[in-house]
């Protein structure tokens, strides 16, 4: 079956690092592959999303390629803000006829960003 | 402004109750899913529903039910709670299409349930 693996967590960074959180994936077909931001309280709400192999999908100054070949959807951001403390989750979705568009996520990745 | 809304943002139980924790969206969506969020674990599908009526069990059914009546409503029902269903409790709806379709999915606030 379908599986998304995401890199340990927490993650800690100062103000203005550069942030890299890891994605794979297992998966028959092509899926359509996404990132969720959850923040503190709050439910989960799209972050950045692709379609298709090589596609970028990018928002916030957050970005992250489909990579086929690797079966992976990085994301990076290049400076970070306090205000990116979240949690973040890589997930995919089903491409066949009948998976009615369910999503199977990553374990989720705890992101703190210190002043 | 689109909206999914969950009955209680904060819910405890009692083991042995029958708890009922709902969920409306506003926007005409025929999808609907409820999931479980425990740390470390994800997010994991209970069931979905992809019409009034129907339902569709996903990856950890056992101890839970659903109810669609209505387009606009999905219920998660636990018929017995244990406190191994302490957890928050995600709603969730989209436009209907697989394929290679991008439609996303729209979250509720989340309820957490704690079962002592």
């Known amino acids: 079956g379908n599986s998304v693996t995401q890199m340990e967590g927490p993650v800690t960074l100062s103000e203005e690092a550069f942030l890299t959180i890891n994605c794979t994936y297992t998966?028959?077909?092509?899926?359509?592959l996404f990132w969720y931001v959850q923040y503190p309280g709050e439910g989960l709400q799209l972050l950045l999303k692709?379609?298709?192999?090589?596609d970028k999908g990018s928002n916030k100054g957050f970005e992250a390629t489909y990579r086929k070949e690797t079966t992976s959807f990085h994301l990076e951001k290049g400076s970070v803000q306090v205000s990116d403390s979240a949690v973040y989750f890589c997930?995919?979705?089903?491409?066949?006829?009948?998976?009615?568009?369910?999503?199977?996520f990553g374990q989720g990745t705890i992101l703190t960003v210190h002043p | 402004d689109v909206k999914v809304t969950q009955s209680s943002r904060y819910l405890v139980k009692r083991t042995g109750e029958k708890v009922f924790l709902e969920c409306v969206q506003d926007?005409?969506?025929?999808?609907m899913f409820w999931y479980r969020q425990d740390p470390g674990l994800g997010l994991r599908l209970i069931y979905f529903?992809?019409?009034?009526?129907?339902?569709e069990k996903g990856d950890i059914p056992e101890g839970y039910s659903v109810s669609r009546e209505k387009k606009e409503r999905f219920s998660l029902i636990l018929e017995s709670a244990s406190t191994n269903q302490t957890s928050m409790y995600l709603c969730?709806?989209?436009?209907?299409?697989?394929?290679?379709?991008?439609?996303?999915?729209?979250f509720g606030p989340g309820t957490r349930l704690t079962v002592t």
């Open positions: 926007m005409d969506h025929e999808n």
């Open positions: 997930a995919l979705k089903d491409v066949g006829g009948t998976s009615y568009g369910k999503l199977t």
């Open positions: 998966a028959t077909g092509y899926p359509s």
């Open positions: 969730a709806s989209s436009l209907p299409g697989a394929g290679t379709s991008s439609y996303e999915q729209y």
């Open positions: 529903s992809y019409d009034v009526k129907m339902k």
């Open positions: 692709a379609t298709k192999a090589d």
